[in-house]
């Protein structure tokens, strides 16, 4: 390492893996620290990687001034935990998507969440092992931890018992506005076009509640000629979600990023029913491309949401219902798309990007002088 400069390394893995929420954080992150690396010429960032190919969702030309390596011949958590240690020594390891190597110190960790100390999913009981196990190496070897709420910030304090003092609270933002729509899409099609609908985007996980909005669409008559579209993956270690089988229930699965922008911009609002969550990705994606959002009541919806959200109680659809049918009002629509794209202006990649890279050179800085002294 030259004299005066700081070299980090970066778990970059995700660049291997379908972009999901965490994912689609990581990707938006590391792209704008590699931006703001240009004003900090003292810090070298190191992208590590396996020796895999580097999934289609991604483009590595994004990155100008972070060096991406690739090294082994392992892959997935067997390359994280037992490759990763080996290529990163000697310097810092900042992980980005919940995970980080056991045998590693010297890390710094992004948790979006605390579900697995929970029982609000349905994740597989080895699943909430594995990371509670992590946790009590990262406990011990965590530099910093960052998560993406102030709710989540509570929840780690709370569940983990790591001091609220050694947690910063970054973010997510809005990633689309830039992607151009795709409106002869082959998964839409004519199933949409010209019709009424609304957006549900969440897994087969019971905490993303997607069945409680899926049976009145298919149950109640107020919604029969209004349509809903499910996009989300389908996980078997998440256990079985019985939706109901409707004709005016549509099932994407995963769609392309302009794919999901022609949603956003054609839908009457999206609706994000989750039980528990971190943040939401979804929530902020659809705001800034003025969609109207209809969010559970809880916490973390509350403070991503502020007065732009439509809430209702999770656990019960009358309040969904009201709102579902209020949003087929033109006037009405066109009032929440204006409130929800003001409420995404507080969200922006460079500035979560400026908090932590800010906050990694502080804490090195202060570790490296009281070394010194």
Same mark, same amino acid.
């Given at each position: 390492?030259?004299?005066?400069? =700081?070299? =980090?390394?970066?778990?970059?893995? =995700?660049? &291997?893996?379908?972009?999901?929420? /965490?994912?689609?954080?990581?990707?938006?992150?590391t792209k704008e620290l590699d931006k703001l690396l240009v004003c900090y010429p003292e810090i070298k960032l190191i992208g590590l990687l396996p020796n895999t190919p580097v999934y289609s969702g991604y483009d590595l030309a994004s990155y100008q001034n972070i060096k991406l390596e690739k090294y082994g011949k392992l892959s997935g958590h067997l390359w994280e935990q037992l490759g990763l240690p080996w290529y990163s020594r000697g310097n810092p390891l900042i992980n980005l998507c919940n995970s980080s190597p056991i045998f590693k110190s010297n890390k710094y960790l992004v948790l979006h969440d605390a579900i697995f100390m929970t029982k609000l999913d349905s994740q597989k009981w080895w699943f909430k092992l594995w990371y509670r196990l992590q946790m009590v190496s990262n406990k011990l070897s965590c530099k910093k931890w960052y998560t993406v709420s102030h709710f989540s910030q509570c929840e780690i304090a709370r569940l983990l018992?790591?001091? @609220?003092? !050694?947690? &910063? /609270? #970054?973010?997510?933002? @809005?990633?689309? *506005?830039?992607?151009k729509s795709s409106v002869n899409n082959f998964k839409i099609g004519n199933q949409l $076009? +010209? !019709? !009424? =609908?609304?957006?549900?985007? +969440?897994?087969?996980? %019971?905490? %993303?509640n997607i069945e409680l909005v899926a049976r009145q669409f298919a149950d109640n008559p107020l919604l029969s000629e209004i349509k809903l579209v499910i996009?989300?993956? /389908?996980? *078997?270690? #998440? +256990?079985? /979600?019985?939706? @109901?089988?409707?004709?005016?229930?549509?099932?994407?699965?995963?769609v392309a990023d302009s794919e999901l922008v022609n949603l956003y911009q054609n839908a009457l609002g999206l609706i994000f029913p989750s039980l528990y969550e971190g943040f939401g990705i979804p929530v902020v994606e659809a705001m800034g491309l003025g969609c109207p959002v209809i969010v559970s009541n809880i916490p973390v919806m509350r403070e991503i949401c502020g007065e732009?959200?439509?809430?209702?109680? @999770?656990?019960?659809?009358?309040? #969904?219902?009201?709102?579902l049918l209020h949003l087929q009002s033109d006037a009405y629509y066109s009032s929440q798309a204006?409130?929800?794209?003001?409420?995404?202006?507080?969200? %922006?990649?460079? %500035?979560?990007? !400026?908090?932590?890279?800010? *906050?990694?050179?502080?804490? $090195?800085? &202060?570790?490296?002088?009281?070394? *010194?002294?």
């Open positions: 390492m030259t004299e005066g400069r =700081f070299t =980090f390394y970066l778990n970059m893995r =995700f660049l &291997t893996q379908r972009i999901t929420g /965490v994912q689609r954080f990581a990707y938006e992150i018992r790591v001091s @609220p003092d !050694k947690i &910063t /609270v #970054l973010g997510n933002a @809005p990633s689309l *506005s830039s992607c $076009k +010209g !019709k !009424k =609908f609304f957006l549900m985007i +969440g897994s087969n996980s %019971k905490r %993303k996009v989300g993956g /389908v996980f *078997s270690n #998440l +256990g079985g /979600v019985r939706l @109901p089988d409707a004709e005016n229930i549509i099932h994407l699965g995963y732009a959200g439509l809430y209702f109680n @999770p656990e019960n659809a009358d309040g #969904l219902v009201n709102h204006i409130k929800v794209i003001q409420q995404s202006y507080n969200y %922006k990649w460079a %500035k979560f990007a !400026k908090i932590m890279l800010d *906050s990694i050179i502080t804490l $090195k800085e &202060t570790n490296e002088s009281s070394n *010194s002294s």
